[in-house]
């Protein structure tokens, strides 16, 4: 069964810098996407940053240009780099792969079960 694990989070202060990093495991034939999203206390989840397979990346709206997200296909990672820290990042950070269990079949959408990210002023 596939498996995304994540690292990376902890407790900072405002203007430092994390880097989280996923890697997924399991049966998986290829990857169609890796994405990160995070829910920060009293709001929905939303998406931070995307990359395609084929290297495309999308950014959510309103991330002042502080997120940067990288992926490795052939080796199921993807990993997101966070600059300048603000308390307002503090929430749950999740890494999301669509990811085909079979060469040639739609690909299905993986979560881990989140990172802490906590900053403090």
């Known amino acids: 069964q596939v498996q995304l694990v994540e690292s990376g989070g902890g407790l900072v202060q405002a203007g430092g810098s994390l880097r989280l990093s996923c890697v997924g495991s399991?049966?998986?034939?290829?990857?169609?996407?890796m994405a990160w999203y995070r829910q920060t206390p009293g709001s929905v989840r939303e998406l931070v940053a995307l990359v395609t397979s084929t290297g495309i990346k999308k950014y959510g709206d309103f991330m002042q240009g502080r997120f940067s997200i990288s992926g490795d296909n052939a080796k199921k990672t993807v990993s997101l780099q966070i600059d300048d820290l603000k308390p307002e990042d503090t929430g749950v950070y999740y890494c999301n792969m669509a990811l085909r269990e079979r060469a040639f079949t739609p690909a299905s959408p993986y979560w881990g079960q989140g990172t802490q990210v906590t900053v403090s002023s």
């Open positions: 399991g049966r998986i034939s290829s990857v169609a996407a």
